[in-house]
T-cell receptor
């Protein structure tokens, strides 16, 4: 069984650019969530996708957008990058059970640096 | 405004002794709590969870205690081992509202041999 994988591992961009981060869910998982972890802080929920539809969103501006594909892999897109977007971006997948909060399985993250 | 707080950024414990990591929350709607462990260069891994209908959950060396009236939970590790050295995150959520977990800032545990 393959775990959650993310690419790339590290990324350096400049302010104003756009970035796409990728995540492959664990086999059998149809829900993926994205988190931003700034230095010295806990992960902060960006949004969740369930069966290719957004299923909840945290307090992040619209320039943070996502996609989930039929194979349940996912992308996080960030437009107009700002210096404060520098962080570790974590993807987590889980088997979604309606009405029940299940555990999530995290990938190793993508470290984004915005200069 | 942090809804989940871990007021100790770091903790050092001798091998074999008990480690106690604390977590406080402000949102009384939270009804499901988890602890995650994170090693450097890895994603957080699930450790143990507790529902608000219980006040204790045990899994091997790990026990989580929940005090709903105080909005406080704690993770006990007994006995502590050097491999337990990691950052521990407390997370909370509201069931039936999806899996939007709110994480605390983490506590770095160092278990000294």
């Amino acid at each position: 069984e393959t775990g959650v994988t993310q690419s790339p591992t590290h990324l350096i961009k400049t302010r104003g650019q756009q970035v796409t981060l990728r995540c492959s869910s664990q086999s059998g998982h149809n829900t993926v969530s994205w988190y931003q972890q700034a230095l010295g802080q806990g992960p902060q929920f960006i949004f969740q996708y369930y069966r290719e539809e957004e299923n909840g969103r945290g307090n992040f501006p619209p320039r943070f957008s996502g996609l989930q594909f039929p194979n349940y892999s996912s992308e996080l897109n960030v437009n107009a990058l700002e210096l404060d977007d520098s962080a570790l971006y974590l993807c987590a997948s889980s088997p979604f059970a309606s009405g029940v909060t299940d555990t999530q399985y995290f990938g190793p993250g993508t470290r984004l640096t915005v200069l | 405004d942090q809804q989940v707080k871990q007021n100790s950024p770091s903790l050092s414990v001798q091998e074999g002794r008990i480690s106690i990591l604390n977590c406080d929350y402000t949102n009384s709607m939270f009804d499901y709590f988890l602890w995650y462990k994170k090693y450097p260069a890895e994603g957080p891994t699930f450790l143990i969870s507790i529902s608000s209908i219980k006040d204790k959950n045990e899994d091997g060396r790990f026990t989580v205690f929940l005090n709903k009236s105080a909005k406080h939970l704690s993770l006990h590790i007994v006995p502590s081992q050097p491999g337990d050295s990691a950052v521990y995150f407390c997370a909370a959520s509201v069931r039936n509202y999806g899996q939007n977990f709110v994480f605390g800032p983490g506590t770095r545990l160092s278990v000294l041999p």
